[in-house]
């Protein structure tokens, strides 16, 4: 399985100082370093962390995949036309969300996720559509061409008691299957740790985790180093 950092909160530390430090593109290129297999930034139509400043310095310096997060609105679609991350991953966004709060209805916004589809196509970035573990959210997605599917895994790692645990994992496990028999890529994020990913990576079908706030969060007490190469390590014991 391999993992992708999102840096987003570097830049929301950064952020709240309003001065340089601590850089997310140097915090990125770091992680790169102990062998993250790309980097993940959500760059808001409010800028509350990522800048336009940050996403084109990572085009520029990073050397393994750019997956931009974003919403499916003109601006921002304008920008990653014009930065060609490898990796678009649309999400729904509200401005009063603390994160991404849930996965897209891709069903009742077909027709306008399917033309965002096209015009990322048509500037050769990849789509990843964030969605629930849900069949019918899957079988549209692969009805419109997206190349991937990021499952939102929000449920499965708020699941209290054994039984939810293992039902919500179950649903993951059945979508990503699903998702892999239509030919699409899979991806999953939201909230992964460094306990809950233990039993997540028993899914063989999950190509790619986007994880950021854990491992900042670990960051700040044992080091860039450690924190991002024990999650390697998790990533890497996933059995195909
Ligand atoms: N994937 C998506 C689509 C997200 O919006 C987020 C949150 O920014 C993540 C993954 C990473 O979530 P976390 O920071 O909880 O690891």
Redesign the pocket.
């Known amino acids: 399985m391999r993992f992708c950092l999102?840096v987003?909160h570097v830049a929301t530390l950064r952020n709240a100082r309003g001065e340089a430090q601590p850089d997310p593109v140097t915090f990125a290129l770091m992680a790169e370093q102990f062998g993250i297999d790309g980097v993940?930034v959500?760059l808001r139509e409010d800028r509350r962390h990522i800048s336009e400043r940050d996403v084109r310095l990572l085009r520029e310096l990073i050397t393994t995949k750019l997956d931009l997060?974003m919403a499916a609105v003109d601006e921002i679609i304008e920008i990653a036309c014009d930065v060609q991350p490898e990796l678009a991953?649309l999400?729904p966004e509200k401005r009063q969300e603390l994160?991404?709060e849930g996965g897209l209805n891709v069903i009742d916004n077909i027709k306008h996720i399917s033309y965002t589809i096209e015009r990322l196509h048509d500037a050769e970035i990849s789509v990843s559509l964030?969605i629930e573990p849900d069949i019918n959210q899957i079988d549209a997605a692969a009805e419109i061409k997206a190349d991937i599917i990021?499952i939102h895994t929000g449920i499965y790692v708020n699941a209290v008691g054994e039984e939810n645990i293992f039902d919500e994992l179950e649903r993951v496990r059945l979508a990503a299957k699903h998702a892999k028999k239509l030919g699409l890529g899979v991806n999953a994020?939201?909230?992964?740790d460094y306990n809950n990913m233990k039993e997540f990576i028993a899914i063989p079908e999950i190509d790619e985790v986007?994880?950021?706030?854990?491992v900042l969060a670990r960051a700040l007490f044992v080091g860039v180093e450690q924190a991002v190469k024990e999650m390697i390590a998790l990533a890497k014991s996933q059995s195909k």
């Not at 994020?189 to 992964?192: D, R, V």
Request: no cysteine; aromatic share 4%.
């Open positions: 999102n987003d993940v959500h997060e991953t999400v994160t991404t964030f990021e994020g939201h909230g992964l986007s994880i950021g706030h854990a």
